[in-house]
Protein backbone atom coordinates (compact mmCIF):
# COMPACT_ATOMS: atom_id res chain seq x y z
CA UNK A 1 0.00 0.00 0.00
CA UNK A 2 2.86 2.40 1.06
CA UNK A 3 4.62 1.60 -2.29
CA UNK A 4 0.91 2.94 -4.27
CA UNK A 5 0.54 5.55 -2.45
CA UNK A 6 4.40 6.51 -3.48
CA UNK A 7 3.58 5.76 -7.01
CA UNK A 8 0.81 7.79 -7.14
CA UNK A 9 2.52 11.15 -5.31
CA UNK A 10 5.34 10.52 -7.87
CA UNK A 11 2.50 11.30 -10.81
CA UNK A 12 1.61 14.03 -8.80
CA UNK A 13 4.58 15.90 -8.89
CA UNK A 14 5.14 15.39 -12.72
CA UNK A 15 2.11 17.85 -12.89
CA UNK A 16 3.88 20.29 -10.36
CA UNK A 17 5.08 22.54 -12.79
CA UNK A 18 3.54 23.69 -15.68
CA UNK A 19 4.06 26.06 -18.75
CA UNK A 20 1.89 28.98 -18.65
CA UNK A 21 3.69 31.38 -21.14
CA UNK A 22 6.44 31.53 -23.64
CA UNK A 23 8.01 34.81 -24.81
CA UNK A 24 9.73 35.38 -27.65
CA UNK A 25 10.77 34.06 -31.62
CA UNK A 26 13.52 33.85 -33.45
CA UNK A 27 13.14 37.42 -35.55
CA UNK A 28 16.51 36.61 -37.74
CA UNK A 29 15.46 34.08 -39.58
CA UNK A 30 13.17 34.92 -42.70
CA UNK A 31 9.14 34.37 -42.50
CA UNK A 32 9.69 33.06 -39.09
CA UNK A 33 6.26 34.51 -38.27
CA UNK A 34 2.78 33.43 -40.45
CA UNK A 35 -0.69 34.48 -39.52
CA UNK A 36 -3.43 31.47 -39.63
CA UNK A 37 -6.23 31.66 -42.43
CA UNK A 38 -8.70 32.04 -40.12
CA UNK A 39 -7.31 34.82 -38.71
CA UNK A 40 -6.95 33.90 -35.26
CA UNK A 41 -3.62 33.19 -34.38
CA UNK A 42 -0.28 33.38 -34.89
CA UNK A 43 2.46 30.80 -35.65
CA UNK A 44 5.82 31.41 -35.06
CA UNK A 45 9.39 29.67 -34.98
CA UNK A 46 11.29 29.92 -31.22
CA UNK A 47 14.33 27.82 -31.21
CA UNK A 48 13.48 24.37 -31.85
CA UNK A 49 10.17 24.77 -30.45
CA UNK A 50 6.91 26.20 -32.80
CA UNK A 51 4.80 28.94 -30.57
CA UNK A 52 0.97 28.97 -31.58
CA UNK A 53 -0.68 31.75 -30.13
CA UNK A 54 -3.87 33.87 -29.69
CA UNK A 55 -3.76 37.49 -31.59
CA UNK A 56 -6.32 38.65 -28.95
CA UNK A 57 -5.57 36.61 -25.60
CA UNK A 58 -2.03 36.59 -24.42
CA UNK A 59 -2.77 33.69 -22.15
CA UNK A 60 -3.63 31.25 -25.00
CA UNK A 61 -0.63 29.44 -26.19
CA UNK A 62 0.10 26.49 -28.01
CA UNK A 63 4.02 24.82 -28.37
CA UNK A 64 4.64 21.93 -31.05
CA UNK A 65 7.77 20.40 -29.47
CA UNK A 66 9.21 17.53 -32.16
CA UNK A 67 12.93 19.11 -33.56
CA UNK A 68 16.07 19.13 -31.89
CA UNK A 69 17.50 21.47 -33.24
CA UNK A 70 16.50 25.52 -35.00
CA UNK A 71 13.79 25.42 -36.99
CA UNK A 72 14.78 27.00 -40.38
CA UNK A 73 11.16 27.43 -41.98
CA UNK A 74 7.25 27.02 -41.25
CA UNK A 75 4.86 26.81 -44.05
CA UNK A 76 0.93 26.90 -43.31
CA UNK A 77 -1.24 25.48 -45.82
CA UNK A 78 -4.25 27.76 -47.22
CA UNK A 79 -7.27 25.79 -45.42
CA UNK A 80 -4.81 25.82 -42.42
CA UNK A 81 -5.17 22.51 -41.39
CA UNK A 82 -1.73 21.78 -41.78
CA UNK A 83 1.50 23.14 -40.84
CA UNK A 84 4.88 22.06 -42.13
CA UNK A 85 8.25 23.05 -40.40
CA UNK A 86 11.68 22.14 -41.22
CA UNK A 87 15.29 22.34 -38.76
CA UNK A 88 18.88 22.33 -39.33
CA UNK A 89 21.43 20.05 -37.75
CA UNK A 90 21.89 15.76 -38.48
CA UNK A 91 18.26 15.68 -37.81
CA UNK A 92 17.39 17.93 -40.35
CA UNK A 93 13.56 16.52 -40.82
CA UNK A 94 10.28 18.30 -42.12
CA UNK A 95 7.72 17.71 -39.76
CA UNK A 96 3.77 17.90 -41.22
CA UNK A 97 1.39 18.34 -37.99
CA UNK A 98 -2.37 18.25 -37.90
CA UNK A 99 -3.10 22.41 -36.43
CA UNK A 100 -6.46 21.64 -34.77
CA UNK A 101 -4.62 18.82 -32.60
CA UNK A 102 -0.79 18.95 -32.84
CA UNK A 103 -0.69 16.00 -33.84
CA UNK A 104 2.70 14.80 -35.67
CA UNK A 105 0.92 13.27 -39.19
CA UNK A 106 4.67 12.76 -41.19
CA UNK A 107 8.40 13.18 -40.52
CA UNK A 108 9.55 13.31 -43.51
CA UNK A 109 13.69 12.31 -43.41
CA UNK A 110 14.66 12.23 -47.27
CA UNK A 111 17.16 16.37 -46.43
CA UNK A 112 20.60 16.45 -44.75
CA UNK A 113 22.17 19.57 -43.09
CA UNK A 114 19.25 22.20 -43.06
CA UNK A 115 15.78 22.66 -44.56
CA UNK A 116 15.91 26.44 -46.39
CA UNK A 117 12.35 26.69 -47.74
CA UNK A 118 9.08 25.05 -47.35
CA UNK A 119 5.51 25.74 -49.38
CA UNK A 120 1.91 24.88 -50.07
CA UNK A 121 0.36 24.34 -53.39
CA UNK A 122 -2.58 26.17 -53.72
CA UNK A 123 -5.03 22.82 -52.75
CA UNK A 124 -2.46 22.13 -50.40
CA UNK A 125 -2.76 18.80 -52.22
CA UNK A 126 1.72 19.05 -52.48
CA UNK A 127 4.56 20.62 -50.04
CA UNK A 128 7.84 21.77 -51.29
CA UNK A 129 10.95 21.31 -49.85
CA UNK A 130 14.53 22.30 -50.38
CA UNK A 131 17.79 22.21 -48.56
CA UNK A 132 20.73 24.27 -48.46
CA UNK A 133 24.03 23.83 -50.39
CA UNK A 134 25.49 20.74 -48.97
CA UNK A 135 22.39 19.14 -49.12
CA UNK A 136 21.43 20.17 -52.63
CA UNK A 137 17.98 18.47 -53.10
CA UNK A 138 13.95 19.48 -53.94
CA UNK A 139 11.52 16.90 -52.31
CA UNK A 140 7.77 17.04 -53.40
CA UNK A 141 5.54 15.67 -51.36
CA UNK A 142 1.91 14.60 -51.58
CA UNK A 143 0.10 15.61 -47.89
CA UNK A 144 -2.50 13.02 -48.40
CA UNK A 145 -0.32 9.66 -47.95
CA UNK A 146 3.23 11.88 -46.96
CA UNK A 147 4.86 9.68 -49.83
CA UNK A 148 7.53 11.39 -52.24
CA UNK A 149 5.87 12.80 -55.41
CA UNK A 150 9.11 13.65 -57.14
CA UNK A 151 13.00 14.90 -56.69
CA UNK A 152 15.44 16.12 -57.86
CA UNK A 153 18.94 17.98 -57.33
CA UNK A 154 19.27 21.26 -57.15
CA UNK A 155 23.10 21.75 -56.87
CA UNK A 156 25.69 22.11 -58.56
CA UNK A 157 23.77 21.65 -61.97
CA UNK A 158 20.54 24.30 -61.44
CA UNK A 159 21.93 26.23 -58.48
CA UNK A 160 25.50 26.42 -58.11
CA UNK A 161 24.48 26.91 -54.13
CA UNK A 162 21.12 26.24 -52.59
CA UNK A 163 17.76 27.59 -53.83
CA UNK A 164 17.17 30.42 -51.20
CA UNK A 165 13.09 30.38 -51.76
CA UNK A 166 10.32 28.28 -53.64
CA UNK A 167 6.67 29.06 -54.08
CA UNK A 168 4.07 27.13 -55.52
CA UNK A 169 1.71 28.93 -57.93
CA UNK A 170 -1.06 27.48 -58.63
CA UNK A 171 -1.44 25.22 -62.32
CA UNK A 172 0.90 25.47 -65.25
CA UNK A 173 -1.26 27.68 -68.38
CA UNK A 174 -0.72 26.23 -71.86
CA UNK A 175 -0.62 28.65 -74.75
CA UNK A 176 -3.97 29.85 -74.65
CA UNK A 177 -3.85 31.01 -70.75
CA UNK A 178 -6.08 27.51 -69.49
CA UNK A 179 -5.30 25.97 -66.56
CA UNK A 180 -3.44 22.66 -67.11
CA UNK A 181 -3.72 19.38 -64.18
CA UNK A 182 -0.29 20.18 -63.91
CA UNK A 183 1.21 22.38 -60.97
CA UNK A 184 3.65 25.52 -61.67
CA UNK A 185 6.23 27.09 -58.74
CA UNK A 186 9.17 29.07 -58.88
CA UNK A 187 12.75 28.95 -57.49
CA UNK A 188 15.52 30.87 -56.75
CA UNK A 189 19.00 30.65 -55.98
CA UNK A 190 22.71 31.78 -56.42
CA UNK A 191 21.15 35.03 -59.26
CA UNK A 192 19.21 32.50 -60.69
CA UNK A 193 15.22 31.82 -61.23
CA UNK A 194 13.53 29.29 -62.44
CA UNK A 195 9.65 28.24 -63.40
CA UNK A 196 9.22 24.53 -62.96
CA UNK A 197 6.19 22.44 -64.02
CA UNK A 198 5.26 19.07 -62.38
CA UNK A 199 3.20 16.24 -63.89
CA UNK A 200 1.77 15.19 -59.83
CA UNK A 201 0.76 11.49 -61.81
CA UNK A 202 4.31 10.29 -63.05
CA UNK A 203 6.17 13.25 -61.27
CA UNK A 204 7.59 14.45 -63.99
CA UNK A 205 9.35 18.02 -63.54
CA UNK A 206 10.98 20.23 -66.01
CA UNK A 207 12.29 23.74 -65.54
CA UNK A 208 12.87 27.05 -68.29
CA UNK A 209 15.30 29.27 -66.85
CA UNK A 210 13.60 33.33 -66.01
CA UNK A 211 15.38 35.72 -68.52
CA UNK A 212 16.67 38.35 -66.12
CA UNK A 213 18.37 40.14 -68.27
CA UNK A 214 19.44 42.85 -68.41
CA UNK A 215 19.99 42.54 -64.63
CA UNK A 216 21.87 40.72 -62.48
CA UNK A 217 20.21 39.84 -58.48
CA UNK A 218 20.51 38.01 -55.73
CA UNK A 219 16.62 36.67 -55.61
CA UNK A 220 15.86 36.07 -51.51
CA UNK A 221 11.76 36.18 -51.60
CA UNK A 222 8.80 35.33 -54.07
CA UNK A 223 5.06 35.39 -54.80
CA UNK A 224 2.92 34.97 -57.57
CA UNK A 225 0.16 37.33 -58.43
CA UNK A 226 -3.27 36.75 -57.45
CA UNK A 227 -4.51 37.53 -60.63
CA UNK A 228 -4.46 33.80 -62.68
CA UNK A 229 -1.16 34.06 -61.66
CA UNK A 230 0.33 36.14 -64.02
CA UNK A 231 2.94 37.88 -62.71
CA UNK A 232 5.42 36.24 -60.47
CA UNK A 233 7.46 39.24 -57.67
CA UNK A 234 10.95 38.55 -56.65
CA UNK A 235 12.66 40.74 -53.82
CA UNK A 236 16.82 41.08 -54.03
CA UNK A 237 19.30 42.00 -52.10
CA UNK A 238 19.82 44.95 -54.04
CA UNK A 239 16.95 46.48 -52.43
CA UNK A 240 14.66 46.29 -55.25
CA UNK A 241 12.03 43.84 -56.34
CA UNK A 242 11.39 42.59 -60.14
CA UNK A 243 8.25 41.89 -62.07
CA UNK A 244 8.16 38.99 -64.35
CA UNK A 245 5.61 37.96 -66.81
CA UNK A 246 5.27 34.14 -66.46
CA UNK A 247 3.63 33.25 -69.76
CA UNK A 248 7.26 34.77 -71.43
CA UNK A 249 9.79 33.90 -68.50
CA UNK A 250 10.77 37.56 -69.26
CA UNK A 251 11.45 40.56 -67.03
CA UNK A 252 8.76 43.51 -67.16
CA UNK A 253 10.02 45.91 -64.75
CA UNK A 254 12.02 46.83 -61.33
CA UNK A 255 11.38 48.93 -58.60
CA UNK A 256 13.54 49.95 -55.98
CA UNK A 257 12.29 49.93 -52.45
CA UNK A 258 15.03 50.23 -49.46
CA UNK A 259 18.73 50.69 -49.36
CA UNK A 260 19.41 46.72 -47.57
CA UNK A 261 17.83 44.14 -49.26
CA UNK A 262 13.94 43.09 -49.80
CA UNK A 263 13.59 40.02 -47.39
CA UNK A 264 10.03 39.70 -47.65
CA UNK A 265 7.28 40.28 -50.37
CA UNK A 266 3.73 39.05 -50.62
CA UNK A 267 1.11 39.53 -53.18
CA UNK A 268 -2.36 41.09 -52.51
CA UNK A 269 -5.80 42.08 -54.65
CA UNK A 270 -6.16 44.59 -57.24
CA UNK A 271 -2.52 43.35 -58.60
CA UNK A 272 -0.43 45.22 -55.50
CA UNK A 273 2.39 44.00 -53.97
CA UNK A 274 3.85 44.57 -50.68
CA UNK A 275 7.83 44.42 -49.94
CA UNK A 276 9.58 44.29 -46.35
CA UNK A 277 12.90 45.64 -46.67
CA UNK A 278 16.02 45.29 -44.72
CA UNK A 279 16.64 48.86 -43.39
CA UNK A 280 12.33 48.81 -41.68
CA UNK A 281 10.67 50.41 -44.92
CA UNK A 282 7.59 48.64 -45.48
CA UNK A 283 6.17 49.67 -48.86
CA UNK A 284 2.68 49.26 -50.62
CA UNK A 285 2.99 49.56 -54.80
CA UNK A 286 0.07 48.99 -57.50
CA UNK A 287 1.35 47.11 -60.71
CA UNK A 288 -0.62 48.23 -64.18
CA UNK A 289 0.80 47.66 -67.64
CA UNK A 290 4.48 47.06 -66.49
CA UNK A 291 4.08 50.58 -64.21
CA UNK A 292 5.00 50.22 -60.76
CA UNK A 293 3.40 52.88 -58.50
CA UNK A 294 3.96 53.25 -54.55
CA UNK A 295 1.10 53.77 -52.96
CA UNK A 296 2.13 53.88 -49.58
CA UNK A 297 5.12 53.59 -47.25
CA UNK A 298 5.54 53.12 -43.68
CA UNK A 299 9.26 52.97 -41.21
CA UNK A 300 9.83 50.45 -38.62
CA UNK A 301 12.84 49.73 -35.99
CA UNK A 302 14.47 46.78 -37.62
CA UNK A 303 14.97 44.83 -40.54
CA UNK A 304 11.18 43.45 -41.22
CA UNK A 305 11.85 39.90 -41.45
CA UNK A 306 8.50 37.98 -41.53
CA UNK A 307 5.47 39.23 -43.98
CA UNK A 308 1.93 37.78 -43.91
CA UNK A 309 -0.97 38.32 -45.96
CA UNK A 310 -4.76 37.04 -44.20
CA UNK A 311 -5.82 35.75 -47.34
CA UNK A 312 -8.56 38.53 -48.02
CA UNK A 313 -5.42 40.76 -47.92
CA UNK A 314 -7.68 43.23 -45.50
CA UNK A 315 -4.62 42.57 -42.75
CA UNK A 316 -1.07 41.57 -42.61
CA UNK A 317 1.50 40.62 -39.22
CA UNK A 318 4.88 42.29 -39.91
CA UNK A 319 7.61 41.03 -37.45
CA UNK A 320 11.17 42.85 -37.23
CA UNK A 321 14.80 41.40 -36.19
CA UNK A 322 14.49 43.55 -33.45
CA UNK A 323 11.32 41.19 -32.30
CA UNK A 324 8.67 43.88 -32.68
CA UNK A 325 5.45 42.22 -33.98
CA UNK A 326 2.70 44.58 -35.85
CA UNK A 327 -0.56 43.52 -37.05
CA UNK A 328 -1.01 46.20 -40.43
CA UNK A 329 -4.33 47.45 -42.88
CA UNK A 330 -3.41 47.56 -46.23
CA UNK A 331 -6.41 49.73 -47.04
CA UNK A 332 -4.81 52.40 -45.30
CA UNK A 333 -1.40 51.24 -43.69
CA UNK A 334 -1.87 52.19 -40.33
CA UNK A 335 -0.04 49.56 -37.72
CA UNK A 336 -0.83 48.69 -34.25
CA UNK A 337 1.93 46.97 -32.20
CA UNK A 338 1.01 42.89 -31.16
CA UNK A 339 3.70 42.36 -28.97
CA UNK A 340 7.92 42.92 -28.80
CA UNK A 341 9.97 39.81 -27.52
CA UNK A 342 13.40 39.52 -27.57
CA UNK A 343 15.60 37.79 -30.91
CA UNK A 344 18.68 36.03 -29.53
CA UNK A 345 19.46 34.36 -26.75
CA UNK A 346 18.36 35.42 -23.16
CA UNK A 347 20.90 35.26 -20.21
CA UNK A 348 19.35 36.57 -16.79
CA UNK A 349 15.89 37.15 -15.70
CA UNK A 350 15.35 38.91 -12.08
CA UNK A 351 12.49 40.20 -9.82
CA UNK A 352 12.48 43.67 -8.32
CA UNK A 353 15.01 44.07 -5.17
CA UNK A 354 13.42 44.54 -1.99
CA UNK A 355 10.00 44.56 -2.38
CA UNK A 356 7.71 41.32 -2.81
CA UNK A 357 5.98 42.39 -6.19
CA UNK A 358 5.31 38.98 -8.53
CA UNK A 359 4.13 40.82 -11.68
CA UNK A 360 7.26 42.64 -12.89
CA UNK A 361 10.38 40.69 -13.73
CA UNK A 362 13.21 41.92 -16.12
CA UNK A 363 15.07 39.96 -18.66
CA UNK A 364 18.50 40.63 -20.21
CA UNK A 365 19.51 39.26 -23.54
CA UNK A 366 22.18 39.21 -26.68
CA UNK A 367 20.34 41.13 -28.61
CA UNK A 368 21.51 44.55 -26.95
CA UNK A 369 17.94 45.14 -24.79
CA UNK A 370 16.61 44.52 -21.12
CA UNK A 371 13.20 44.70 -20.99
CA UNK A 372 10.63 44.66 -17.89
CA UNK A 373 7.54 42.12 -18.50
CA UNK A 374 4.14 43.09 -16.84
CA UNK A 375 3.62 39.00 -15.70
CA UNK A 376 -0.28 39.36 -16.36
CA UNK A 377 -0.40 40.19 -20.16
CA UNK A 378 3.59 39.55 -20.75
CA UNK A 379 4.06 43.08 -22.57
CA UNK A 380 7.17 44.86 -22.35
CA UNK A 381 6.50 47.94 -20.15
CA UNK A 382 10.03 49.14 -20.33
CA UNK A 383 12.39 48.75 -23.26
CA UNK A 384 16.38 49.86 -22.82
CA UNK A 385 18.64 48.86 -25.29
CA UNK A 386 22.23 50.18 -26.50
CA UNK A 387 22.82 49.45 -30.07
CA UNK A 388 26.41 49.93 -30.57
CA UNK A 389 27.86 48.71 -26.45
CA UNK A 390 27.52 45.17 -27.37
CA UNK A 391 25.14 43.78 -24.88
CA UNK A 392 23.72 43.00 -20.84
CA UNK A 393 24.97 40.19 -19.61
CA UNK A 394 22.60 40.57 -16.02
CA UNK A 395 20.56 43.12 -14.35
CA UNK A 396 18.73 43.77 -11.66
CA UNK A 397 16.12 46.82 -10.84
CA UNK A 398 14.21 48.69 -7.91
CA UNK A 399 11.33 50.43 -8.29
CA UNK A 400 13.27 53.62 -9.64
CA UNK A 401 16.84 52.42 -11.29
CA UNK A 402 17.81 49.14 -13.36
CA UNK A 403 21.21 48.09 -13.18
CA UNK A 404 22.90 46.30 -15.51
CA UNK A 405 26.35 44.73 -16.48
CA UNK A 406 27.91 44.36 -19.76
CA UNK A 407 30.19 42.99 -22.43
CA UNK A 408 31.87 45.84 -23.07
CA UNK A 409 33.00 46.55 -19.43
CA UNK A 410 30.49 49.41 -18.24
CA UNK A 411 27.73 49.26 -15.81
CA UNK A 412 24.82 51.23 -17.34
CA UNK A 413 21.94 52.27 -15.77
CA UNK A 414 18.00 53.16 -16.95
CA UNK A 415 15.01 54.62 -15.31
CA UNK A 416 12.59 51.78 -14.08
CA UNK A 417 9.57 54.03 -15.73
CA UNK A 418 10.60 54.72 -18.95
CA UNK A 419 13.91 53.30 -20.07
CA UNK A 420 16.12 56.17 -20.63
CA UNK A 421 19.76 56.17 -19.53
CA UNK A 422 20.78 57.29 -16.69
CA UNK A 423 24.25 57.21 -15.27
CA UNK A 424 26.93 54.95 -16.33
CA UNK A 425 30.67 53.64 -14.93
CA UNK A 426 33.04 53.36 -17.09
CA UNK A 427 35.84 50.66 -17.36
CA UNK A 428 34.47 49.13 -14.66
CA UNK A 429 35.49 45.36 -15.89
CA UNK A 430 37.75 44.51 -18.47
CA UNK A 431 36.28 42.08 -20.50
CA UNK A 432 32.46 42.75 -19.45
CA UNK A 433 30.61 42.96 -16.07
CA UNK A 434 29.60 39.47 -15.20
CA UNK A 435 28.28 39.54 -11.93
CA UNK A 436 26.13 42.76 -9.47
CA UNK A 437 24.46 43.20 -6.78
CA UNK A 438 23.30 45.89 -4.59
CA UNK A 439 23.39 46.60 -1.15
CA UNK A 440 20.38 46.62 1.01
CA UNK A 441 20.95 50.38 2.09
CA UNK A 442 21.05 50.98 -1.73
CA UNK A 443 24.50 53.25 -1.22
CA UNK A 444 26.90 50.77 -3.35
CA UNK A 445 27.40 47.85 -5.60
CA UNK A 446 29.18 44.72 -6.07
CA UNK A 447 30.33 43.75 -9.48
CA UNK A 448 32.31 40.79 -10.46
CA UNK A 449 34.50 40.99 -14.09
CA UNK A 450 35.79 38.73 -16.41
CA UNK A 451 39.37 38.76 -15.19
CA UNK A 452 38.52 37.88 -11.37
CA UNK A 453 38.56 41.38 -10.06
CA UNK A 454 35.52 42.38 -7.11
CA UNK A 455 34.47 45.67 -6.60
CA UNK A 456 32.85 48.17 -4.83
CA UNK A 457 30.88 51.23 -6.37
CA UNK A 458 29.72 54.15 -4.51
CA UNK A 459 26.21 54.72 -5.97
CA UNK A 460 26.44 58.47 -5.06
CA UNK A 461 29.79 59.32 -6.35
CA UNK A 462 30.04 56.66 -8.94
CA UNK A 463 33.51 55.93 -7.41
CA UNK A 464 35.31 52.94 -6.92
CA UNK A 465 35.71 52.13 -3.15
CA UNK A 466 37.38 48.52 -3.13
CA UNK A 467 39.39 46.26 -5.73
CA UNK A 468 39.30 42.92 -4.10
CA UNK A 469 41.63 40.62 -6.13
CA UNK A 470 41.84 36.99 -5.31
CA UNK A 471 39.85 35.06 -8.13
CA UNK A 472 41.93 34.07 -10.73
CA UNK A 473 38.72 34.21 -13.48
CA UNK A 474 35.62 35.33 -14.68
CA UNK A 475 33.36 36.25 -11.45
CA UNK A 476 30.18 34.05 -11.93
CA UNK A 477 28.26 35.66 -8.91
CA UNK A 478 28.04 38.03 -5.89
CA UNK A 479 26.00 38.14 -3.08
CA UNK A 480 25.40 41.13 -0.35
CA UNK A 481 24.70 39.70 2.64
CA UNK A 482 21.65 41.78 4.69
CA UNK A 483 23.76 43.87 7.00
CA UNK A 484 25.78 44.66 4.19
CA UNK A 485 28.99 44.12 5.66
CA UNK A 486 29.95 40.93 3.61
CA UNK A 487 29.99 39.76 0.35
CA UNK A 488 30.09 36.12 -1.35
CA UNK A 489 31.66 35.82 -4.81
CA UNK A 490 31.81 32.90 -6.55
CA UNK A 491 34.32 31.97 -10.24
CA UNK A 492 35.37 29.63 -12.57
CA UNK A 493 38.74 29.50 -10.27
CA UNK A 494 36.28 26.91 -8.44
CA UNK A 495 36.43 29.18 -5.28
CA UNK A 496 33.59 30.62 -3.40
CA UNK A 497 34.99 33.72 -0.98
CA UNK A 498 33.14 35.63 1.53
CA UNK A 499 34.56 39.16 1.87
CA UNK A 500 34.49 41.19 4.48
CA UNK A 501 33.88 44.77 2.99
CA UNK A 502 34.62 46.99 5.57
CA UNK A 503 38.11 45.51 5.79
CA UNK A 504 38.74 44.79 2.79
CA UNK A 505 39.76 41.49 3.73
CA UNK A 506 38.82 37.84 2.77
CA UNK A 507 37.26 35.91 5.68
CA UNK A 508 36.38 32.29 4.27
CA UNK A 509 37.23 30.62 1.10
CA UNK A 510 35.66 27.54 -0.52
CA UNK A 511 37.07 25.33 -3.41
CA UNK A 512 34.61 23.09 -5.65
CA UNK A 513 36.69 19.75 -6.25
CA UNK A 514 36.65 20.06 -10.19
CA UNK A 515 35.40 22.79 -12.51
CA UNK A 516 34.42 26.41 -12.78
CA UNK A 517 31.81 27.47 -10.67
CA UNK A 518 28.43 28.87 -12.77
CA UNK A 519 26.34 30.22 -9.77
CA UNK A 520 25.53 29.79 -5.83
CA UNK A 521 22.67 30.64 -3.66
CA UNK A 522 22.63 31.62 -0.04
CA UNK A 523 20.01 31.05 2.10
CA UNK A 524 17.69 33.01 4.46
CA UNK A 525 20.09 32.40 7.67
CA UNK A 526 23.48 33.30 5.33
CA UNK A 527 25.39 30.72 6.66
CA UNK A 528 24.12 28.07 4.12
CA UNK A 529 24.34 28.33 0.84
CA UNK A 530 24.22 25.79 -2.84
CA UNK A 531 26.72 26.28 -5.34
CA UNK A 532 26.72 24.53 -8.86
CA UNK A 533 29.20 24.62 -11.98
CA UNK A 534 31.19 22.73 -14.18
CA UNK A 535 31.38 19.50 -11.96
CA UNK A 536 28.25 19.11 -12.58
CA UNK A 537 27.43 18.31 -8.77
CA UNK A 538 25.07 20.33 -6.71
CA UNK A 539 27.01 21.17 -3.31
CA UNK A 540 25.54 22.52 -0.02
CA UNK A 541 28.01 24.07 2.27
CA UNK A 542 27.97 26.10 5.23
CA UNK A 543 30.55 29.12 5.59
CA UNK A 544 31.42 27.55 8.96
CA UNK A 545 33.14 24.23 7.87
CA UNK A 546 35.54 23.22 5.09
CA UNK A 547 33.96 21.12 3.54
CA UNK A 548 30.13 20.55 1.94
CA UNK A 549 28.10 19.08 4.38
CA UNK A 550 26.11 17.53 1.23
CA UNK A 551 26.56 16.80 -2.44
CA UNK A 552 24.01 15.62 -4.83
CA UNK A 553 23.73 14.68 -8.77
CA UNK A 554 22.51 17.71 -11.17
CA UNK A 555 20.05 14.90 -12.51
CA UNK A 556 18.08 12.63 -11.19
CA UNK A 557 17.97 10.20 -13.61
CA UNK A 558 21.22 7.99 -13.76
CA UNK A 559 24.05 8.92 -16.36
CA UNK A 560 22.91 12.00 -17.31
CA UNK A 561 25.24 14.81 -16.45
CA UNK A 562 23.68 18.76 -16.72
CA UNK A 563 26.00 21.15 -16.42
CA UNK A 564 23.54 23.54 -14.58
CA UNK A 565 24.28 27.40 -15.21
CA UNK A 566 21.89 28.85 -12.27
CA UNK A 567 20.38 27.83 -9.24
CA UNK A 568 18.04 29.77 -7.01
CA UNK A 569 16.06 29.73 -4.07
CA UNK A 570 12.39 30.43 -3.12
CA UNK A 571 11.77 32.93 -0.66
CA UNK A 572 10.74 30.78 1.88
CA UNK A 573 14.13 28.74 1.20
CA UNK A 574 11.97 25.11 0.88
CA UNK A 575 12.51 24.60 -2.70
CA UNK A 576 15.18 25.30 -5.22
CA UNK A 577 15.30 25.85 -9.17
CA UNK A 578 17.85 24.69 -11.86
CA UNK A 579 18.54 24.95 -15.10
CA UNK A 580 21.55 23.64 -17.43
CA UNK A 581 22.50 22.97 -20.34
CA UNK A 582 20.13 19.93 -21.05
CA UNK A 583 17.37 22.66 -21.51
CA UNK A 584 15.59 20.80 -18.55
CA UNK A 585 14.17 23.62 -15.60
CA UNK A 586 13.56 21.33 -11.96
CA UNK A 587 11.79 22.19 -9.11
CA UNK A 588 13.85 20.77 -6.00
CA UNK A 589 12.81 20.06 -1.86
CA UNK A 590 15.86 21.83 -0.43
CA UNK A 591 15.04 19.90 2.44
CA UNK A 592 15.03 16.17 0.97
CA UNK A 593 17.19 17.73 -1.63
CA UNK A 594 15.12 15.66 -4.21
CA UNK A 595 13.51 16.67 -7.38
CA UNK A 596 9.55 17.35 -7.01
CA UNK A 597 8.93 18.18 -10.68
CA UNK A 598 10.82 19.00 -13.96
CA UNK A 599 9.99 20.37 -17.46
CA UNK A 600 11.61 20.32 -20.61
CA UNK A 601 11.90 24.20 -21.38
CA UNK A 602 14.40 24.96 -23.61
CA UNK A 603 15.64 23.73 -27.12
CA UNK A 604 18.69 24.96 -26.13
CA UNK A 605 21.16 25.44 -22.72
CA UNK A 606 19.22 27.10 -19.83
CA UNK A 607 20.95 30.40 -18.74
CA UNK A 608 18.63 31.31 -15.97
CA UNK A 609 15.81 30.63 -13.70
CA UNK A 610 14.61 32.60 -10.57
CA UNK A 611 11.45 32.16 -8.55
CA UNK A 612 8.50 34.72 -8.57
CA UNK A 613 8.34 35.96 -4.70
CA UNK A 614 5.19 34.70 -3.93
CA UNK A 615 6.41 31.36 -5.26
CA UNK A 616 3.39 30.90 -7.85
CA UNK A 617 5.76 31.03 -10.67
CA UNK A 618 8.97 30.17 -12.17
CA UNK A 619 11.01 32.25 -15.09
CA UNK A 620 13.56 30.66 -16.99
CA UNK A 621 15.84 32.11 -20.05
CA UNK A 622 17.34 30.61 -22.61
CA UNK A 623 20.09 30.53 -25.06
CA UNK A 624 16.85 29.91 -27.65
CA UNK A 625 15.66 33.05 -27.01
CA UNK A 626 12.80 32.15 -25.04
CA UNK A 627 11.55 33.51 -21.81
CA UNK A 628 9.29 30.97 -20.40
CA UNK A 629 7.19 31.59 -17.31
CA UNK A 630 5.99 28.30 -15.48
CA UNK A 631 3.30 27.56 -12.68
CA UNK A 632 3.86 25.87 -9.51
CA UNK A 633 1.29 24.22 -7.78
CA UNK A 634 3.24 23.82 -4.31
CA UNK A 635 -0.39 23.02 -2.61
CA UNK A 636 -0.74 20.41 -4.35
CA UNK A 637 3.02 19.27 -3.92
CA UNK A 638 2.34 19.35 0.81
CA UNK A 639 -0.70 17.66 -0.14
CA UNK A 640 0.45 14.89 -1.69
CA UNK A 641 3.49 14.85 1.04
CA UNK A 642 0.91 14.72 3.95
CA UNK A 643 -1.29 12.14 2.42
CA UNK A 644 1.97 9.96 1.97
CA UNK A 645 2.68 10.73 5.73
Known amino acids: TQSTWGFQAKKMQVNMIELDHAIGYTGEILNSILL ?67 KLLYKLSEHDYEITTLDFSHDDRLLIS ?19 VTTTTLVPGIYPQSATCARFGGYAKDVKLRATSKYQFAAAGSKRLALWVLDPI ?47 KSLICSQAVCSKGINSIVALPGEKVCAGGGDGTLALFSIKEAVCQQIAKIEFLGSINGLCPSPDGIQMLAATEKGFIYRIRTADFSKMLMGETHTKPVLHAVYAVGNNDPERFLTSSCDGSLRL ?17 GYPLLSLFTDEVILSGWTDGKIRTF ?21 LDLSHNQKFIVSGGDSGEVRVWEMKTKDLVTNLKEHTARISKVYIFTDDTYALSSGKDR ?58 ATSPIPGEDDELQSISLSKDN ?17 TSQKVIGEAKAHSGCCTSTVFAPDQKQIVST ?23 I
Open 622 to 644: GTDGLTMIWNLFMTQYLATINFI
Open 202 to 248: TGDIKYDMVNTSPIVREFVCLAFSLNNEAYLYAGTTSGDFCVFLVKS
Open 415 to 435: RTDNGDPLWNIDNAHKGGVTA
Open 36 to 102: HPMQQDYIAISGANIIIGDLSDPHKQRFLKGHDDQVTCIAISHNGKLLASGQRGDNSDVLVWSYDTG
Open 574 to 590: KYFTTGGTLGVVRVWDA
Open 130 to 148: CGNQLDGKLFIWDMSTGYI
Open 373 to 389: WDANDYSATTRCAILTA
Open 495 to 552: CILCWDLKNERRVTAHTQRMGGINSIAVFNDERLYMSTGQEKKISFWDLRQSTPTSVI
